[in-house]
């Protein structure tokens, strides 16, 4: 295989120093040093929405509070996305180095993995990583506890309040935003909640350090990023890419030869056609590696024997049932948007009913209360602008 | 003390009465009994010092709490994206011949139920699917046999 795009193995690599090393590293610095390192690289959270990792640990830092939280989100349910299961499986220990050094910039004395149902097998195994885990805690006189909590299949629970209900023993429902987790979280205490590949980037920042991690990427997206890639390839799995590498280098390489579009971020991301690849980068600057839901990095490839309408269908049919059902135009949005794309297509409905459509989905992104029923919009405009014609024939 | 009642202490016991412990409960009834009746909501609600109504609708929010009595072996098949791209449609076909049921239902000796899932996290190596809490990936007709006969034979 050549090498078009740079491969990495900052995630998932072994590296000389362990990661409970670059922990012990970590806790002999002060909080406000590693938090200002962890601003000035850049590190934006993984999981999809990218808010700045350095800002919300220090916002969590500085929240008063007798009691904080550490939540490690691997609630990884966004269509196309596996790499966090990957990380669980593969390199425990660097989240958990992650998770420990969190733990001491913001004072935190327990921490949770929420682990989705779908990957209840690994508990065990991280069952044992963790008893692991606090026995190095116990030597670095770091006094910090962590337990995996489980989902039961609620999509909508990878939002970070969502979660925090469902673990709160609430249905698993967004909040009102703000307050923010870093000031009111799990049972009203600060809360950092950081998704699996985002913690394990803030320990490569301790490791490698600023410099070093602000080589990697392009612009306002630092450091490499994992991606699942899935669908029509020769060559599906998870890869270690690094930001800022375009459509057109990324189908060369996975693509089956036949690509039509590539689905960037999931079904809650943007669906991009073939004359767009040349145009697309993917990174934060494009908006690209999905909006606001705890996603990142799934990339599902389509070649042109795929119908994007049965495509859309099914992440609408996904969002349907997925939606919580809390707010009116996610619960609502959802459903009228399956049905309304499936009478245009058995004729029932004139072409021209898609702008109506359309206009429903811009609603949606105002009105709705969580990245769920706001992201509808994406796949749903990008799919119907971009392949008119197979939504109507 | 019913039975229900000794199977809910059982779990309060181990997870504690405070509100944080209302789903890991629920998870441990539905391990036990391959659904959340009513009388363990009742019953949780009351340990618990919650409604009722609100232990119901936290069951019904996940979709891996079934509120209604499935088999002993929960399959749940995965119908997103990519999985559908590589011929789910098939394997559906192939377990509802050899179960003699149709998705969405249990079979006679409650041994087995078949369900759809959305994403289960296996894109890469689709078609996917759960038994209980087990993982089968780049399923066919063939491995779907294999695995219904292990099932099958399973007490």
């Given amino acids: ?393 | 003390m019913t039975k229900t009642d000794l199977m809910v202490k059982e779990l309060v016991d181990k997870y504690g009465n405070k509100r944080e412990s209302l789903l890991p409960i629920l998870q441990g009834v539905y391990d036990l009994e391959h659904f959340v009746s009513d009388e363990a909501m009742v019953s949780i609600a009351r340990n618990l010092d919650l409604s009722s109504a609100d232990v119901y609708g936290k069951s019904t929010f996940y979709s891996f709490l079934d509120t209604i009595p499935r088999g002993k072996f929960v399959i749940r098949v995965c119908k997103t994206i990519v999985c559908d791209m590589h011929d789910k449609n098939q394997i559906v076909d192939t377990l509802e011949n050899i179960l003699k049921i149709k998705v969405g239902e249990t079979t006679l000796n409650r041994k087995f139920s078949l369900l759809y899932t959305n994403c289960l996290g296996w894109c890469h190596k689709g078609p996917a699917m759960l038994v209980n809490d087990d993982v089968y990936t780049d399923l066919t007709p063939e491995s779907i046999r294999e695995i219904i006969t292990d099932y099958k034979n399973r007490e």
């Fill in chain 1, 1 to 393: 295989m050549q090498e078009r795009l740079k491969r990495l193995d900052v995630i998932l690599g072994i590296h000389p120093e362990s990661p409970y090393q670059v922990m012990e590293k970590a806790l002999k610095r002060a909080p406000k040093d590693i938090i200002s390192d962890l601003i000035d690289s850049g590190l934006k959270g993984r999981g999809g929405a990218g808010f700045l990792t350095g800002l919300k640990w220090k916002f969590a830092a500085a929240a008063e509070g007798d009691e904080k939280f550490v939540v490690c989100n691997a609630d990884e349910g966004e269509p196309g996305t596996f790499k966090d299961r990957e990380i669980l499986t593969i390199v425990p220990k660097k989240v958990l180095a992650g998770m420990g050094i969190c733990a001491y910039v913001i004072g935190a004395k327990k921490g949770y993995i929420y682990l989705r149902g779908e990957y209840k097998y690994l508990v065990p195994h991280l069952e044992r990583e963790i008893a692991e885990f606090h026995k190095n805690c116990f030597k670095l006189e770091l006094d910090f506890n962590v337990e995996v909590f489980l989902g039961s299949g609620a999509y909508v629970c990878g939002e970070e309040t969502a979660l925090l209900n469902s673990m709160e023993g609430f249905r698993g429902e967004p909040r009102n935003k703000p307050p923010f987790p870093t000031n009111n979280g799990y049972l009203g205490k600060p809360t950092v909640v950081n998704n699996v590949e985002t913690l394990v980037s803030a320990q490569v920042v301790s490791r490698i350090g600023v410099e070093e991690f602000k080589k990697l990427g392009i612009q306002d997206s630092h450091g490499s990023k994992l991606f699942s890639v899935s669908g029509d390839t020769p060559r599906p799995g998870i890869y270690d890419l690094e930001f800022g590498l375009s459509l057109e280098e990324f189908v060369r390489e996975f693509g089956d030869g036949d690509t039509k579009a590539v689905q960037v971020g999931g079904a809650s991301g943007f669906c991009v056609p073939r004359k767009k690849f040349q145009s697309t980068t993917i990174g934060f600057p494009g908006g690209l590696t999905g909006d606001s839901l705890p996603t990142g990095g799934s990339m599902m490839i389509f070649n042109s024997s795929r119908s994007m309408y049965n495509v859309l269908r099914n992440y609408l049919d996904f969002f349907e049932e997925e939606s919580c059902g809390q707010c009116t135009p996610c619960r609502i949005g959802c459903q009228q948007l399956k049905v309304g794309i499936e009478a245009v297509k058995r004729g029932d409905k004139d072409p021209e009913y898609l702008q109506q459509l359309l206009k429903l989905t811009d609603t949606m992104k105002i009105t709705a209360k969580c990245g769920l029923g706001q992201s509808v919009a994406n796949s749903f405009s990008s799919i119907v602008d971009n392949f008119r014609e197979e939504m109507i024939y």
